[in-house]
């Protein structure tokens, strides 16, 4: 390893980092969704209410010096104003023709002093506008523009997510390294990890195991699907599953691996199978099950009926 790589200090459990790092995942991905809730809106815009029956139809082609625009009418200052978006800036805006804007309107204050034209006030740049799609923010400070106490407390909570989310981005860099450490060994050990994260850990090793000890803690009935990782097995694969506790442990086990790790006289698995051929070791709380897919259970039938 070079000086300047990263060395792990591997304190954690692989299931510890594995677990971690799915939380701190699932952490980054709502900062992520959230901060595109957020829009920022310059702070000297001004916002237009929008409300039913807004839209006030098309301005005539034939007017001179003036695009073709939708014309759409809102209330501000005490006094009616109507805006006039060209056909061009509608695309960009995402906005449908002949429709209301069911969105609050920020303009820029150019716009408001403007003058009209044919009776209203035309939106020359997309600079000009913005269509408050989003929870809103000022682009200085944290104040929303909404007055609903509801989209203030998310803006706030975004605002804290965000925040955090470069730390947290680190933290998990580390965690990869860590686990990639892990991914390389072919010794595995997990004390009373659930289930279906054994799989799910399982399913994402990329080496082949040699040696896998898994004991859990259960009370109940458990079932571990470990037909479905078949490429982490070979026949020098040495696995001991333990349960702690009076509960049980189905172990299911494909074709393949019910040939590999069966008893030496073939004979189907049973509940109270202890060291079988030095290839998989299960307590008398383990019972082991061969699981066939479609195509082996079909094959299976045929074969019964042409014995009957």
């Known amino acids: 390893m ?27 991905n709502i900062q992520e969704i959230s901060a595109q809730l957020k829009q920022q809106i310059p702070t000297d815009f001004i916002q237009l209410e929008t ?29 009616w104003i109507q805006i006039d978006i060209p056909h061009n800036l509608m695309e960009k805006l995402e906005l449908t023709k002949g429709k209301d804007i069911p969105y609050p309107i920020y303009i820029s ?87 279906s994260k054994l799989i799910e850990i399982l399913k994402q090793h990329p080496e082949p195991l040699y040696h896998l000890f898994y004991t859990r803690q259960t009370e109940g009935e458990e079932e571990i699907d470990l037909s479905t990782v078949s490429n982490n ?33 073939r004979k189907a698995p049973t509940d109270f199978m202890a060291a079988i051929i030095k290839k998989l070791y299960a307590d008398k709380n383990i019972e082991l099950v061969e699981k066939l897919n479609e195509k082996e259970r079909i094959k299976n039938i045929y074969y019964d009926n042409e014995r009957k």
């Open 233 to 265: 097995f070979s026949k020098t694969s040495c696995l001991y599953f333990g349960v702690l506790g009076k509960g049980k442990i189905k172990l299911n086990l494909n074709q393949e691996q019910h040939k590999n790790f069966a008893s030496m006289n």
């Open 2 to 28: 070079k000086n300047n790589e990263f060395k792990p200090d591997i304190k954690k459990t692989y299931q510890e980092c594995f677990q971690e790092l799915a939380t701190k995942q699932e952490t980054i």
């Open 51 to 79: 409300s039913a029956g807004n839209y006030c139809g098309s301005t005539n082609p034939k007017w001179k010096n003036k695009p073709l625009c939708e014309r759409y009418g809102f209330d501000y200052e005490e006094e």
């Open 109 to 195: 204050p150019k716009v408001a002093e403007r003058e009209p034209t044919f009776g209203g006030i035309t939106i020359d740049s997309e600079e000009e506008i913005v269509i408050g799609r989003k929870i809103v923010v000022k682009e200085r400070g944290v104040q929303t523009e909404l007055n609903n106490k509801k989209v203030e407390e998310e803006a706030k909570k975004i605002e804290e997510l965000t925040f955090a989310n470069n730390n947290l981005k680190t933290e998990n860099q580390k965690l990869k390294q860590i686990l990639e450490v892990y991914r390389k060994s072919d010794a595995l050990s997990f004390d009373n990890l659930e289930p």
